[in-house]
Antibody, heavy 122, light 110 residues
Framework: QPQVVESGGGVVQTGRSLRLSCGASGFTFTSYGMHWVRQAPGKGLEWVAVISHDGNNQYYVDSAKGRFTIYRDNSKNTVYLQMTSLRPEDTAVYYC???????????????WGQGTQVTVSS | QTVVTQEPAFSVSPGGKVTLTCGLTSGPVSTDHFPSWFQQTPGQPPRTLIYSTKSRSSGVPDRFSGSIVGDKAALTITGAQADDESDYYCVLYMGSGISVFGGGTKLTVL
């Protein structure tokens, strides 16, 4: 059964950094793209970033470009989201979701983790 | 700026049928956007219902179906049940790695 589990959330001050982790199990990690999606309090889902199955390509929502970095360690079945220069508007639950396999690596979101809360205080 | 549109709210009677839609301000939605649909209840993570327009995720009952209707992606729920009352989100792939979620539809079953 494929599964992803996020960790690393917390409360940080504006301008500080935080690294989220997403551990995967139950599938061949190296075959799938991986996404980060966030949800601000009372708001909808917002796609944040995706990384290709081999880690060679990364894409971001405009608000994350230059501040967030998605990367993966295929030897540890883990994808990360390094967040810097955090702002109050980055406050959200951050979800990790598996993408599709190979050519579909950016196209699917399944399964999802339980999410990890990030709170940026001013 | 591409915007993915969804009805903010919808209601359906128990046992009834409802179709939620997912559109694009910039033009028609096609299978090339690989539309996916998700169900979310308060305090829970999203649950994938449909991916790649019409493929059901594992364990999703066939009461849920996906399609393209006109120039929009559509999620149809037949035989609505009380526990279908949730927020429903769609996402579209824009190319170059970029995905955009719709604002969500709050479905009430009454």
């Amino acid at each position: 059964q494929p599964q992803v589990v996020e960790s690393g959330g917390g409360v940080v001050q504006t301008g500080r950094s935080l690294r989220l982790s997403c551990g995967a199990s139950g599938f061949t990690f190296t075959s799938y793209g991986m996404h980060w999606v966030r949800q601000a309090p009372g708001k909808g889902l917002e796609w944040v970033a995706v990384i290709s199955h081999d880690g060679n390509n990364q894409y971001y929502v405009d608000s994350a470009k230059g501040r967030f970095t998605i990367y993966r360690d295929n030897s540890k079945n883990t994808v990360y989201l390094q967040m810097t220069s955090l702002r109050p508007e980055d406050t959200a639950v951050y979800y990790c979701a598996r993408g599709g396999p190979y050519v579909l690596q950016y196209n699917w979101f399944d399964p999802w983790g339980q999410g990890t809360q990030v709170t940026v205080s001013s | 700026q591409t915007v993915v549109t969804q009805e903010p709210a919808f209601s359906v009677s128990p046992g009834g049928k409802v179709t939620l839609t997912c559109g694009l301000t910039s033009g028609p939605v096609s299978t090339d956007h690989f539309p996916s649909w998700f169900q979310q209840t308060p305090g829970q993570p999203p649950r994938t219902l449909i991916y790649s327009t019409k493929s059901r995720s594992s364990g999703v009952p066939d009461r849920f179906s996906g399609s393209i209707v006109g120039d929009k992606a559509a999620l149809t729920i037949t035989g609505a049940q009380a526990d279908d009352e949730s927020d429903y989100y769609c996402v579209l792939y824009m190319g170059s790695g970029i995905s955009v979620f719709g604002g969500g539809t709050k479905l009430t079953v009454l």
